[in-house]
């Protein structure tokens, strides 16, 4: 059984949850997250916190513990404080900018990329930096890794769309006679 879920996971003051049947509902200040729970895996409010424990004795039941106990600490801290990624963008002629809810990206192509921002999330477009914010996590981290994907980084010259803190591997390249 996952050392996450041994322990009830404690309810921050700014935070309400609610369960029924089959969801996990979790308010805050942030927003409202709902999350479907698995039927081998049961969730419960107890004086200290949360607790979440396996149904029966399945293999699979013990492995969706300690995935339902991080999603349920994700969703609180989503709703209280929030998750922010931070993509940098290098090279020549790439930038991007922000148009009400939708992102425009000129990334040497022939043509501009146009994508829609979700509902939920703020982005917001510096000259070499875009952020991503919101209370989803797997919402945040999902957008970030679409707008990733467009332009990757290549590795002898490092220009392309990169996480900040990311550290692109590069190579050397041809050499001269």
Known sequence: MSRLAKQPIAIPPKAEISISDN???VKGPKGTLTKPTHRLVSVEVVPEGVQVAVRGTSLEGKALV????SHVKNMFKGVTEGYTKKLLIEGVGYKWDVAGTKLNLALGFSHPVHVEIPAGLTVKAD???LTIEGHDKEEVGQFAANIRAMKKPEPYKGKGIRYDGEVIRRKQGKKAA
């Open 23 to 25: 969801s996990i509902v």
């Open 127 to 129: 000259k070499g930096a």
């Open 66 to 69: 300690g995935t339902y106990a």
